[in-house]
C-alpha cells in the first residue's frame, strides 16, 4: 500500500492537481510515526512512511492547511473521513482546498500494548503474516499482530469512507460495531463502582493536553483551558475535581459532534479509555434522539443543535439521571 500511496502523491503534485501533501513520515522510533507535510517528490522519497503503525488522523491538520493557497492532498482512511466531513460540515476547512484520496483503513498497531507485555528496548517491529516479530535490545521477541492493535481499531464502526475524490482499493462497508459493549458493562455498574472506576482512571491524567490538541472536534480557536483568567489553564489538575472537571467539560463540548475516531485515547500517554466517555455520550444521544453518527454527512442537523416536538423532555434526562 505504501507504494501505491508513494505513486499517487507524486502523480498529484507532479499534474498540478495538489502543491502539497500531509501524510506521515518516521519519529524518533520506527513505531513512531508522525503527520507530515511534503512539497516535492523528493521530500516524499525520502520521508514518506506508510505501515501498520501509521494510526494517526490527519483531519485536523487540514483547518490551517486549507486556508493556504492551493490545493493539498490528504490520505485519510475510513474513520478519518468521518472526523473531516465534521470539520466540513461545522465550517472548519475549506473543503474545497483539500483534494481527498480514501485509503484502506487497519487494524493499526499501538506500540503500547507491546510495551504492556514487558517488551522493551524496541529497535524494529516486523508484521509476518500476522505475528509481530520484535528486535530489542535484549534480543527478539514475537506476539500475534491481533493482540497489539489500536483500541479505534478493535472496535472499528466503518470500512466505508464518506468522503473522498478517489479511492485506493475497493471502498468497504459500515460494520457491526461492539463499541457499546464496555459502555454498557459500565452502565451497569454501582454508581461507587463507576466513579471508582473513573477516578482511578483519570486520576493518572497528567493534563498534557494531547487529548484536546489531537481531537478533531476541539477547534475552538481560543479554548476555554487556555483561558489565563480561569485559573486552570495549562496546568496539572491540583485536586481530584479538577482532573474529573477537564475531562467531563471537554466531553461534554464535544458530544453529538464527536465522531469516536478514537484520537484522543490513541494519543493519551497515561492510556486512559478517554474514548468510553465520549461513547457514553454518543449511545445517550442515540437512545434520547435517535440514531445519529456525526461526521456520517454534511448536511444533517447534529441532534444537540436540532429541535423538534418529538424531542425528549429535560426533565425525562433528569429523571433517567436520576435512577
Ligand atoms: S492525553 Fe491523557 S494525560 Fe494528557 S490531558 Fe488527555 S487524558 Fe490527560
Ligand atoms: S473526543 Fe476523542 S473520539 Fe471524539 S472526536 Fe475527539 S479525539 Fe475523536
Ligand atoms: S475543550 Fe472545549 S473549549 Fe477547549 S477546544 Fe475542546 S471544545 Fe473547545
New binding site residues.
Given amino acids: 500500500m505504501q507504494k501505491a500511496i508513494i505513486e499517487k502523491a507524486k502523480q498529484l503534485l507532479a499534474d498540478g492537481t495538489v502543491n502539497r501533501v500531509i501524510g506521515w513520515k518516521k519519529g524518533g522510533f520506527a513505531y513512531d510515526i508522525t503527520p507530515a507535510i511534503f512539497e516535492t517528490a523528493e521530500e516524499i522519497d525520502a520521508e514518506f512512511v506508510y505501515d501498520d503503525f501509521t494510526a494517526a488522523n490527519v483531519s485536523k491538520y487540514l483547518i490551517k492547511e486549507s486556508r493556504k493557497d492551493g490545493k493539498i492532498l490528504a490520505f485519510l482512511k475510513p474513520c478519518d473521513t468521518y472526523s473531516l466531513n465534521q470539520l466540513t460540515k461545522e465550517h472548519r476547512v475549506n473543503r474545497d482546498n483539500i483534494y481527498v484520496v480514501g485509503i484502506p483503513g487497519g487494524p493499526k498497531l499501538d506500540v503500547e500494548k507491546i510495551k504492556a507485555k514487558g517488551i522493551t528496548g524496541i529497535l524494529s517491529i516486523k508484521n509476518e503474516n500476522y505475528t509481530l516479530k520484535i528486535e530489542t535490545l535484549y534480543g527478539e521477541e514475537t506476539m500475534p499482530f491481533y493482540e497489539a492493535i489500536c483500541s479505534k481499531c478493535e472496535s472499528c464502526k466503518s470500512k466505508k469512507h464518506v468522503t473522498y475524490d478517489e479511492l485506493i482499493g475497493e471502498d468497504g462497508d459500515i460494520l457491526e460495531s461492539n463499541r457499546f459493549d464496555m459502555v454498557e458493562q459500565l452502565e451497569n455498574m454501582t454508581a461507587q463502582e463507576r466513579y471508582d472506576f473513573w477516578r482511578a482512571q483519570l486520576s493518572k491524567c497528567i493534563r498534557c493536553n494531547a487529548c ?1 490538541n489531537v ?1 478533531p ?4 480557536e481560543k ?3 487556555d483561558n489565563d483568567n480561569s485559573g486552570i489553564a495549562n496546568k496539572a489538575a491540583a485536586d481530584s475535581f479538577e482532573e474529573n472537571m477537564f475531562h467531563i ?2 466531553a461534554f ?2 458530544a453529538g459532534r464527536c465522531t469516536d475516531c478514537g484520537e484522543c485515547s490513541r494519543v493519551c500517554p497515561q492510556n486512559i479509555p478517554l474514548h468510553l466517555l465520549n461513547r457514553k455520550f454518543i449511545k445517550d444521544i442515540n437512545s434520547l434522539y435517535g440514531e445519529y453518527q456525526a461526521g456520517e454527512d454534511t448536511t444533517s442537523k447534529a441532534p444537540l443543535n436540532d429541535y423538534n416536538m418529538d424531542d425528549c423532555e429535560a426533565s425525562i434526562v433528569h429523571e433517567r439521571g436520576a435512577e
Avoid: E, G, K, M
Avoid at 472536534?217 to 475552538?220: F, I, S, W
Fill in positions: 484536546r481531537c472536534a476541539c477547534t475552538c479554548c476555554v483551558f467539560i471537554r463540548h464535544v
